[in-house]
């Protein structure tokens, strides 16, 4: 891969995180139309399974073949970033799709296309950023105090996603379609703790990377997120009048 300046890189992630505000207040007064939010007008619909593994797939091969291609292979600091993104999107992108039942929404064409070129462009900044224009961090980075933390973070956050996850799926028998109140852990607390674990992961991911591009996934996530779980958090509440009046959307006690 041919280095890329830092400063070539600057005002697309300057516009990035600023497109990132944007769909944020966007998706405050629209719901995005996949899963139970799912309604007409957004084209043609594909499985869940397909959708899932299109929107994510650049992430899962595009890291890796950037860091594979780069002047960086030998980094340990390098490699360690491209082993928890694949620990993240090797999962998301094949192993969770794989195990979605019969019962899931079919995902409109249109989210599935703009989840992958969302992952596109993210994945391009991130591997840029990473293994070509930011500083080369080097192994004593693996001790340094904002990569212990972020990393804390990022395997907290994706222990309470997964565990949310799991959870979730456990609420379905075999070919059902409906939906139940999850009960149990962090759902006690918020209606949706899968994107809590999220959230915490891509902050942790952010901390230890020490890396605008990290910090400008962090802002993407929470951008799509937070919003989402305020969706998930009203529709509860519409369908289910005996929903638990204490929980929050998405941050315990808080929102």
Known sequence: MSPVPAEALRPFLLGWSLLAAAVFVALLFVDAPYGRH????????????AGWILMELPAVVLVPALFALSERRSDPAAAAFVLLWSLHYVHRGLLAPARLGAGASPM?????????VFNLANGLLQGAWLFSAGPKLGAEWLLAPPFLLGIALFLAGMAVNRRADEALRGLRAPGETGYRVPRGGLFELVSCPNYLGEVVEWSGWALLTWSPSGLVFALWTA????PRALAHHRWYRR????????RKAIFPFVL
Request: avoid cysteine; glycine fraction near 12%.
């Open 239 to 246: 369908t289910f009048p005996d929903y638990p009046p204490g």
């Open 223 to 226: 951008a799509n997120l937070v």
């Open 38 to 49: 799912r309604r007409a007008g957004w084209g043609p619909a594909i499985p869940a399974r």
């Open 108 to 116: 409109p064409l249109s989210v599935a296309a703009l989840g992958f």
